[in-house]
């Protein structure tokens, strides 16, 4: 039987505005994407805010309603979009550009996607080395860009009039980089920014903004942005809920699928060797290694969590997993991931799996931006604050408390988000046990 509500959820009345930096191919499919749903050009395949069920009580009550009945979530309809990037195109021409989307599509929304137009961006060269473009902001330290991007959140809330906002990370991969002091507090960091420390990354200022005008934030990049002690600090203290890092899609889906299936019949994984090609801005982005440093970190620690080498010696101790990430431009958006896959079985039998996934990584992210973005704002006015690990289904390294491993299952972590609900709206969690049915 249900229980008392956990939670009280303030109305979701008024415009959501969903602001992104990067307005690149994942930022410009999503957002055309929701104009394209909203007209009846399409449907919001990918997307469990939209699509999915949730199943309340036991199997035999019949209870089924799509999440987006169940929880209070904002409408397509309420979404007013805006951000910024170091290209001013805006949405159409970056969309144009990008080569994601058909051109009779984009026609067709032409008028809405014009209209949203990139303020100039916070960028740093050393962070980000391949790519380069006039739409900066110039002047000042890095706490005169913080207050500028402030300013720009601002002047977005009024011009929209929005009563909430959300902010995902949709730029590009900046440079591996690791904590060190000026992010061990806010005092140190806010310190930094006047100071121009150069271990403050762009997207860094960009969550301290965001933070600091009430705005929830998501990182959809591998880098270290707001997962540092000052940040998630700042986001408790101001009640804000926060999640990431990099958007879960391609290869690193597919391995989240594969391998628990692996483990749960105890194969043993000897090599996991992934390449993967692409084209598109992000590719050309990855060619450089210290970005690809960012990605190759995020990649690598799926199998390792899921596997548990450490409790399961014999089949995965001596496993080596190798990625790759080539650019390749004549494939645009269409990114090929390819696995090879060694595996063994009764008394050591060696066997292999071979998978080549002809993906679209934008197309298979759009929905997850979307669903970050009504899921955030939801927490957001549940008065959820912090980390939100249980949005941990979107991520390929999810953010955890300080000495908790992730858990990169993700049918424990479909599991997880959707218990979440359920204890959101005083159900009864599922256990899965069905012991009753046979009593």
């Known amino acids: 039987m249900p229980s008392q509500n956990h939670l009280n959820f303030a109305p979701a009345d008024g415009k959501l505005g969903v602001l992104i930096p990067g307005m690149g191919a994942v930022a410009t499919t999503f957002m055309a994407g929701v104009e394209a749903v909203k007209r009846g050009l399409g449907q919001p395949v990918g997307s469990l805010t939209q699509l999915a069920t949730i199943r309340l009580g036991k199997r035999t009550d019949n209870r089924t309603p799509l999440i987006k009945d169940f929880v209070p979530l904002a409408g397509l309809d309420q979404l007013v979009f805006g951000g910024w990037d170091i290209y001013p195109d805006n949405a159409y021409e970056a969309a144009t ?94 310190k930094g920014l006047a100071g121009n420390d150069p271990d403050i990354a762009p997207s860094q200022v960009y969550a301290y903004a965001a933070l600091k005008c009430g705005v929830p934030y998501a990182n959809g990049a591998p ?96 496993l080596y997993h190798a990625v790759r990430i080539n650019y390749y431009p004549p494939r645009g958006d269409a990114k090929e991931g390819w696995d090879n ?58 953010i955890t408390a300080p000495g908790l491993y992730p858990e990169h299952d993700i049918f424990i972590q479909l599991m997880k988000l959707k218990n979440t609900l359920r204890w959101m709206r005083g159900e009864e969690l599922i256990t899965h046990l069905g012991l009753e049915y046979y009593d």
Request: hydrophobic share 40%.
């Open 97 to 190: 550009h990008a080569k994601v989307l058909e051109q009779p599509l984009l026609e067709q929304l032409r008028q809405p996607l014009e209209a949203i137009r990139p303020m100039a961006a916070v960028f740093d060269q050393e962070y980000v080395k391949r790519i380069h473009g006039p739409n900066l902001k110039t002047k000042g330290s890095k706490m005169d860009k913080a207050q500028a991007l402030v300013e720009d959140i601002e002047g977005f809330r009024r011009a929209s009039g929005c009563s909430r906002l959300v902010m995902v990370w949709c730029g590009s991969t900046e440079v591996f980089h690791r904590p060190v002091e000026v992010h061990q507090s806010l005092e140190k960091f806010e």
């Open 223 to 318: 880098h270290l942005s707001h997962d540092i002690p000052a940040l998630l600090d700042m986001a408790r203290d101001r009640a804000l809920p926060v999640c990431g890092k990099d958007f879960k899609t391609g290869q690193t889906y597919m391995k989240t699928l594969l391998a628990p299936g692996l483990k749960a019949r105890m194969l043993g994984v000897q090599g996991w060797f992934s390449t993967n090609i692409l084209g598109n801005r992000d590719g050309e982005v990855l060619d450089d290694p210290g970005s690809f440093k960012s990605k190759e970190e995020t990649k690598l620690s799926v199998l390792d969590q899921i596997l548990q080498p450490h409790l399961y010696p014999n089949l995965y101790k001596d």
């Open 341 to 398: 896959i060694d595996i063994f079985g009764w008394l050591g039998y060696p066997m292999q799996i071979k998978i080549d996934f002809l993906c679209r990584d934008s197309i298979l992210a759009a929905p997850l931006v979307l669903d970050l973005v009504l899921f955030l704002d939801l927490a957001g006015r549940a008065g959820m604050k912090g980390i939100q690990e249980w949005l941990s289904f979107y991520f390929k390294a999810p």
